[in-house]
């Protein structure tokens, strides 16, 4: 199955100015190729200031780890899933989910939730949201 994500808004994460302000990225195309195929695909491109950057990763783990191993890719930064919860009101492919995940980042601990009805994109939105905030220094 390809799942195709196109135009999505990074999660909401709280804007900061001055020495705190850190330059987010933002998702412009995410294209997953997951199911049946041996392998997962995660292919993105991201504006990072103005400049759309594109990386992909591939895993046997899933399609959830391809899109994290993509983004540590493109933004240089690594981080651990370490909870991941999709909860759904309704039933049926186009309804919204609401993803939770927690990550350990930079030695803590940080928790992100996006909606939508791609919940690999969601997934991706979340986790972005974690990789925006500015690390500890």
Known sequence: ???IARNAAVASVPEESGDNAVERARIIHLLVASGTVPVQR???????????VQGEAVSERGPLDAIALAFHKILGRE??????KAVSNQEGTGAERTVTILVKIDGRLERSTAKGTDTNLAFARAYLGVLNRKPPL
């Open 1 to 3: 199955m390809i799942m």
């Open 42 to 52: 995660a292919n993105m491109v991201l504006d990072i200031k103005g400049r759309h």
């Open 79 to 84: 981080a651990e899933l370490v909870r991941y």
